[in-house]
């Protein structure tokens, strides 16, 4: 007892008698003053460590129904932006991510995106968790609690070439797919090469959803060539922040068609169903598709509780068939087709898909059109690239020329005057073009730059600059010929070619942007079209880790296959007499005439006769492109009438074979001029018109019988291959309504 009150207790000693025992207790107390000194020290250098561990992100998360990352990308921020706004209504939820980068790093990035000045990150209540090491370890995934996740998100590598990165995404898939049944979360997996995307669903379709992001992002482009204010509303659509598409099951439209539910929501805008013996998804179906008890419908909406049923007295009261059969049959422009004009395009800059986006523009243009590719590729190389040395067919154009140009567009000497050359990179004699001459051009973030290491904000800052260029030389050139008109006016001498621009209207460049804080610059350079790739990229992402099931959805949409969303004029819905011309106001006022003025409801039943559904629209005195605001999507009092004039835009869900040439047109015939004056003949020659795109209008309001094994009715889904191909006892169904209307 002596000996430990010495060593707790240095003091003590004072109290020995005797030298002997002084020293004894001086030698004792100094030892113990070196082991609580040592204590101390391993005290000390163990909590250190534990603090390095922390620091370092190599300690077990512990957590459960989280949504675990894979990987940290240049997309990671956008997505973390995206899953917050989703948790948002639940108070927040949190975000495990799991990275090869160190911990302290990520934690940097993240803090620096929320002090941003300019569009910061908000978490809105969601947690964000960084644990450091590698996703392809077994151990490192039981260390972020995989097991207990509701979703899981692998990004694929940057970097690193394509295959590489895709046999990584590979590897991963099955190491995950290595936990077996003790799995329950679904797995969104981003794969660069489309090729390589049935690896994947081969290995693990069972819990694997693939998002080619390079594919997707070279559709849209192409899509923004027919639609350059596409881009923001689809960046506007598939977020969280806004109207977002949800599946939910409405036993109170039970046994109803989905034409007569088409104004049964006053919050939502119904889209789809989600078929519940099939798991399939129908998206824009036919009107005469009966609502099953386990059938869930696909809604546009503020959120999943924002919306609700109604008693259906508006769809009673606007829903005569026959009323509006002989409102659309009495103008030329609900059933009129419009013409296919040649067009120019510009491509500046080279993508690795650069096959596939050509093929995909040969399917929307008419016979004649050219487009020019300028990029710094020598012809000679183009031709193995565009068949990836060998794996892909030649192309084979009908509607479609290419023009290929040697030059760098970020030198401005080169875009002055573009000159075509042969295969051999020599030019071709009168084969030249200036830039006020295409309708449409697009930047491309050229992959050969990214390939040389070039980063996001280099990109962006060369196609800024390479935009900048082409609006300046626009600029000029029309200053030119404006000048070389009025000197012909003046001296009325007949206009030649030479002295005008054959297109009256320089389009706007669009310009493809990695980086999300090049957003504010985009105002700056006057860019009026662009798509924020990344950004739309990481809202699928986040959309499919909500529900799998957008995958089918997002999938369809962005495809160009089945249904596709376009802008279309309110001039193909309204008459001229219909609608409120701006240049009528101040008549209509003296004389005191009221027009009728039409609701977003009675629009969205005159597209059901097209089979379309409208989503929302966008008022001609928003001039801006750069803002998705413009765009109202599924807008509120859609009962209320509205004055709509020439110039309104409808966004437009339509099935992509009524589509020719990026412009909508609602039959396959001539257009329809309506001589008869009874509402059953009107009714009978419009259906005949129109067998094209909807064989069953009266559906919206007639309770028949529905035939759901229409044939144009892919279900967006593998899962069904057997299709009922006998089809006749609804072909017969309507031959017999047919001869009773005729009778």
Request: charged share 25%; glycine share 6%.
């Amino acid at each position: 007892m002596v000996g430990m009150d010495l060593i707790a207790d240095p003091g003590t000693h004072a109290d020995a008698e005797g030298l002997s025992n002084r020293v004894i207790a001086v030698i004792i107390t100094l030892g113990g003053m070196l082991i609580f000194a040592l204590v101390i020290g391993l005290v000390s250098d163990e909590i250190g460590r534990c603090v390095d561990i922390l620091n370092k992100g190599t300690s077990r998360c512990i957590e459960d129904d989280h949504t675990l990352m894979l990987g940290w990308t240049d997309k990671s921020l956008a997505i973390i932006q995206e899953l917050a706004l989703a948790n948002e209504s639940e108070g927040g939820g949190v975000i495990v991510v799991l990275a090869e980068a160190g911990k302290q790093e990520m934690e940097a990035t993240l803090l620096s995106a929320l002090q941003m000045n300019e569009h910061p990150l908000e978490l809105h209540g969601t947690e964000v968790i960084f644990r450091s090491g590698n996703p392809l370890m077994e151990n490192q995934l039981h260390k972020v609690s995989v097991l207990t996740s509701r979703a899981i998100i692998a990004l694929s590598p940057d970097g690193v070439s394509p295959d590489e990165a895709d046999s990584r995404m590979v590897r991963q898939v099955l190491c995950l797919k290595a936990f077996k049944d003790d799995l329950n979360s679904h797995v969104v997996v981003e794969m660069q090469d489309i090729d390589n995307k049935e690896l994947v669903e081969l290995v693990a379709p069972d819990i694997a959803e693939v998002i080619v992001a390079h594919d997707m992002i070279g559709r849209l482009m192409i899509q923004c060539t027919r639609e350059p204010e596409l881009s923001a509303i689809l960046e506007n659509l598939l977020g969280f922040d806004g109207a977002e598409f949800y599946f939910e099951k409405w036993k109170a439209v039970v046994g109803k068609t989905f034409g007569e539910i088409t104004c049964r929501f006053d919050d939502a805008v119904p889209v789809g169903v989600k078929v519940g013996a099939t798991n399939s998804v129908l998206i824009n179906p036919k009107n005469s598709y009966r609502i099953k008890p386990d059938d869930a419908l696909l809604f546009l909406a503020e959120d999943n509780d924002s919306y609700s049923v109604n008693d259906g007295t508006y769809q009673q009261k606007f829903n005569d068939i026959d009323k509006i059969a002989s409102e659309v049959c009495n103008f030329q422009g609900f059933n009129k087709r419009p013409r296919l004009e040649k067009e120019k395009l510009l491509f500046c800059g080279w993508r690795r898909d650069m096959y596939d986006m050509i093929m995909q523009l040969e399917r929307c243009v008419a016979a004649g059109s050219e487009l020019w590719l300028f990029n710094t590729v020598p012809a000679q190389e183009r031709i193995e690239m565009l068949s990836d040395n060998g794996n892909k067919d030649e192309l084979e154009l009908k509607q479609l020329s290419i023009k290929n140009v040697v030059g760098n567009p970020l030198v401005r000497r080169d875009l002055r005057r573009l000159v075509a050359v042969d295969d051999q990179g020599q030019p071709i004699k009168g084969e030249t073009i200036t830039l006020d001459c295409f309708n449409s051009i697009l930047i491309l973030a050229d992959d050969i730059a990214i390939e040389n290491g070039a980063e996001m904000q280099s990109s962006d800052s060369q196609s800024l600059v390479t935009l900048l260029f082409i609006q300046d030389i626009q600029k000029r050139l029309f200053e030119k010929n404006q000048v070389l008109q009025g000197t012909n006016k003046r001296s009325k001498k007949p206009m030649t070619q030479e002295d005008i621009n054959p297109y009256k209207k320089l389009c706007n460049p669009i310009s493809e942007i990695l980086d999300t804080r090049t957003r504010g610059l985009l105002q700056v350079a006057n860019c009026k079209g662009y798509v924020m790739s990344n950004i739309i990229v990481s809202s699928v992402i986040a959309q499919i880790a909500e529900d799998r099931d957008m995958n089918l959805v997002l999938g369809e949409l962005l495809s160009g296959k089945g249904s596709e969303l376009f802008l279309g004029d309110i001039s193909a819905y309204l008459s001229e007499e219909e609608l409120q011309l701006s240049k009528n106001d101040e008549e209509d006022k003296n004389n005191d005439t009221k027009k009728r003025k039409f609701s977003f409801w009675e629009i969205s039943l005159r597209a059901r006769l097209k089979r379309q559904v409208i989503l929302g629209y966008k008022p001609k005195n928003a001039t801006t492109t750069l803002d998705a605001n413009d765009t109202i999507l599924n807008p509120p009092n859609k009962h209320v009438p509205l004055s709509w004039e020439k110039g309104d835009k409808l966004v437009v869900l339509l099935r992509h074979n009524h589509l020719e040439g990026g412009k909508i047109f609602e039959s396959s015939k001539d257009s329809f001029h309506s001589t008869v004056t009874t509402p059953e003949q009107r009714l009978f020659e419009f259906r005949e018109s129109s067998r094209s795109f909807e064989d069953d209008i009266g559906d919206i309001s007639l309770d028949e019988k529905s035939s759901n094994d229409d044939d144009d009715d892919v279900p967006s889904s593998s899962l069904i291959s057997n299709r009922h191909p006998n089809n006749n006892s609804g072909n017969l169904m309507k031959r017999e309504r047919a001869s009773s209307l005729r009778d």
